[in-house]
C-alpha cells in the first residue's frame, strides 16, 4: 500500500493527524482505506471518493470484470461504515469525459482523482 503525501503530510508519524483521504480505483479495490483506518487508528476520518473511480468501477463492474464489481462492494462497504459512525464519506469530482475515458492508460482519470486530492488537501492512498 503507497501513500502519496500533500504538503500537509511529510512523514508517516503524521497519520494520527489524517482527517482526509482520497482513494485511487487500486486502493477502493483492494479494500485499502478500511486497511489504513484499522491499521493507524485513524479518528472518524472523511473519505473523499472521486466521481472518476466510481465511474471507473462502474465501467469494469458493466463489462462483468470482477475488479469492478469487488470496488463497488468496497464502496458500499464505506458507506456501511459510514453509517455506523466511524468515517464519513463523500463523493465529488467531476466524471471523465470520453477523452479522458479512452486514454486512462495514459494518466487521464489518475489525474483526476490526483485533482480532487489537492484540492480537498488530502492524502491520496493508492496502491498502484
Known sequence: MDYDYNSEYNDEDDFDEIKRIVP???AIIEGNVEKIINEKGL??????IPEAVIAELEH???NQRPTGIRGLE?????QDLAE????SIRITGRRPTKFE???AKLGEID???QDVAK??????LTSD
Open 119 to 124: 484540492d480537498e488537501l488530502a492524502l491520496l
Open 43 to 48: 479518528n472518524y476520518p472523511e473519505i473523499i
Open 24 to 26: 485511487d480505483t487500486s
Open 74 to 78: 468496497n464502496i458500499k462497504k464505506l
Open 111 to 113: 489525474g483526476l482523482i
Open 60 to 62: 469494469q463492474a458493466n
Open 84 to 87: 455506523i459512525g466511524k468515517l
Open 101 to 103: 475515458k479512452d486514454n
